[in-house]
């Protein structure tokens, strides 16, 4: 167990050093030129004096080679520092740590309700007896995960914010103004995981533990719910790890949408200032958040399967 | 998004080709199968619909989707004007009709994109192996753990603004999950008996890959491009409703959707209208997409 734990802790890090490498990248040879977009900020279209351009690649320090610069960079970000905004002048860390809380709870919110729509979507298809209604039940992820996901906040701001006025349509205060982007965010990731799961609760009621269970004489909900569902939760589980990177993606969608403070209005600033560091915070954000859910679902497989736990420690082994 | 839906489908063995069907009995199996499947015939006629109004708009409306009647502003949906009209009296409906062809450019960018470079990176890995394919997939596991929005805005930061910047942004968002299934399939066909004869008579190793390799592994490939063309939408309206896609008056559909968002309390159809539209699309290509992921093979 002790080995599973930090081979998986030793392939988070070197991923999030990957992410953090492809983002420089990125971010770096491609066309754009991030002292001529700072300069332009504060200038408003005014012309730029070449010297004062010269030394403002000094101080940044984008005057020395590239290779220099990502080893500088890097080292940087190793002690915490991912350098500052170009827009504001924070630290970019200040600035995400800053924005992260509001999203992480509406991110949490709908996580929470993608797991118990999802889960009780697939478990109502599977345990429903009435063809039309399981057939019925599972076309509703298809539909789920086809609808643009701020077009649905914007849908139910619509009808439940200015029709029917049961919720406000904009802003962050309170766990009122957290129900609409939570729902609208839900509702592509809840598809998937009912998707998933249909499918593996299906595949388990098949297997032959499951008819010796019902052999024994155990109710249909008890070997729908204590005997399939553990195992059939494996792969839903998975998902909802990959899922995870996604659904803070779409929240920053859906912060826009509703107008909310957080992550989302930080990263479309930063997007729309070509504000470079900010950016590549962001990324490398995003891919923590991807490590560190899939490094949560991994420690929580063995809990749920124990063969998992032998079988990564004989595969690291081999 | 792509990948987690994709990879399980796409990577599922092979559907048999129907080639055991006899070929003249063909189009009946064909109209059997659309017969039984309205939903399908239904999704077919829809994309066509699309690709018509982006090549041809003026067969759709007559209305100019750039200047519109101030004295027909915010009109509510009806027979002279099926989608309404917005604040500068435009007619909504021509909008659609027009913005389709911008939308399904940067849709069919971004999954060429993505076909290209990422099928080309899994046919290199698989047929090369060793390091390189060691390196190769090292980088795709890293494209894979940033979130694919994360990524696409990153390429627009660099690249600039503009549909085809967003499209291309959007198809190397994607690259990981073609690179993988590419690369399984390669080496699923590798391994065959076909390729080691074509190798064991003295074939070279660009004809083993041209006539063998390359042809047996693309079927899964080209499943995975349409149920990418489903999400290239979806990502493509995301970022243009963010604002980073064609400049305002030009009718994409995203920014239809984001256009209406200041007059959601007065005239509702300005964003269901648009978002209905891209919805449908994006549903009738995923059920396609599910046809030829097996379900054609399957039903006999």
Redesign the interface.
């Known amino acids: 167990m002790g080995r599973y734990v930090l081979r998986r802790l030793a392939q988070a890090v070197v991923?999030l050093w990957?992410?953090y490498t492809?983002?420089f990248l990125?971010?770096d040879l491609?066309?754009?030129d991030p002292v001529t977009a700072m300069a332009s900020a504060g200038m408003d279209g005014g012309t730029v004096d070449p010297a004062e351009l010269a030394a403002i690649r000094a101080q940044y320090g984008y005057d020395d080679p590239m290779p220099v610069r990502y080893l500088t960079h890097l080292g940087d970000a190793l002690t915490g520092d991912l350098g500052n905004s170009v827009a504001t002048g924070r630290p970019v860390v200040q600035t995400l740590a800053d924005a992260l809380p509001s999203t992480l709870q509406l991110t949490a919110a709908a996580l929470a309700l993608a797991a118990v729509l999802g889960g009780g979507l697939a478990l109502a298809a599977t345990y429903s007896r009435r063809r039309w209604l399981r057939q019925l039940l599972l076309s509703l992820p298809?539909?789920g995960?086809?609808?643009?996901?701020?077009?649905v906040g914007?849908?139910l701001?619509?009808f439940l914010s200015?029709r029917l006025q049961w919720f406000p349509?904009f802003g962050n205060e309170g766990a009122s103004s957290l129900v609409l982007p939570a729902v609208a965010l839900a509702i592509?990731t809840g598809a998937?995981v009912a998707q998933v799961l249909a499918k593996s609760m299906l595949t388990t009621l098949d297997e032959p533990y499951v008819q010796t269970a019902r052999a024994k004489g155990a109710g249909r909900a008890r070997i729908h719910l204590s005997h399939a569902l553990r195992n059939a939760s494996l792969p839903a589980l998975t998902?909802v790890g990959?899922?995870a990177?996604?659904l803070?993606?779409?929240s920053?969608?859906i912060e826009?949408?509703f107008s909310r403070d957080g992550l989302g209005r930080v990263?479309?600033a930063?997007?729309?200032s070509?504000d470079?560091p900010l950016?590549?915070g962001?990324?490398v954000l995003?891919?923590f958040v991807?490590?560190l859910v899939n490094l949560v679902v991994d420690l929580v497989y063995p809990l749920l399967d124990r063969r998992i736990a032998v079988a990564g420690v004989r595969r690291s082994l081999a | 998004m792509t990948d987690i839906l994709v990879t399980p489908v796409a990577l599922a063995p092979p559907a048999a080709v129907p080639q055991t069907a006899v070929p003249v009995r063909r189009p009946r199996r064909l109209v059997r199968f659309l017969v039984r499947r309205p939903g399908l015939v239904l999704a077919g006629v829809l994309v066509l619909l699309v690709v018509v109004a982006a090549f041809a708009p003026g067969l759709f409306t007559g209305q100019d989707p750039l200047v519109g009647e101030p004295v027909e502003k915010f009109t509510a949906p009806g027979a002279a004007h099926w989608f309404g009209t917005d604040e500068l009296g435009r007619d909504l409906f021509a909008r659609v009709v027009h913005g389709a062809a911008l939308s399904l450019k940067a849709t069919l960018i971004a999954v060429s994109v993505a076909f290209v470079v990422g099928g080309l990176l899994g046919l290199v890995a698989g047929f090369v192996g060793g390091w390189v394919e060691d390196a190769i997939m090292r980088v795709v596991d890293v494209l894979l753990s940033i979130p694919a929005l994360f990524l696409s805005l990153a390429f627009v930061t660099a690249l600039g603004y503009g549909t085809i910047e967003v499209a291309v942004a959007v198809g190397i968002a994607s690259v990981a999950a073609f690179a993988r299934v590419m690369r399984a399939e390669v080496l699923r066909v590798r391994t065959a008996v076909f390729v080691e004869a074509a190798h064991s008579s003295g074939a070279r190793w660009y004809s083993v890959l041209g006539r063998h390799v390359l042809p047996n592994s693309l079927g899964p490939v080209l499943v995975l491009a349409t149920l990418e063309l489903a999400t290239a939408v979806l990502a493509v309206s995301s970022l243009s409703f963010l604002g980073f896609g064609a400049p305002p008056p030009a009718p994409e559909w995203g920014s239809l959707i984001s256009g209406g968002r200041n007059y959601l309390g007065n005239a509702w159809w300005l964003t269901a209208m648009p978002g209905l539209v891209v919805a449908a699309t994006v549903l009738s290509i995923n059920r396609i997409a599910r046809a030829l992921d097996g379900e054609w093979a399957a039903a006999r």
């Not at chain 1, 995960?145 to 077009?151: E, N």
């Open positions: 991923v990957a992410a492809l983002s990125i971010l491609l066309p754009g298809g539909l995960v086809s609808v643009p996901t701020f077009w914007l849908m701001v619509q200015f349509a592509p998937l998902v990959l899922l990177g996604q803070l993606a779409n920053v969608v826009t949408v990263t479309a930063a997007v729309g070509q470079l950016v590549q962001v990324v995003g891919a991807f490590v």
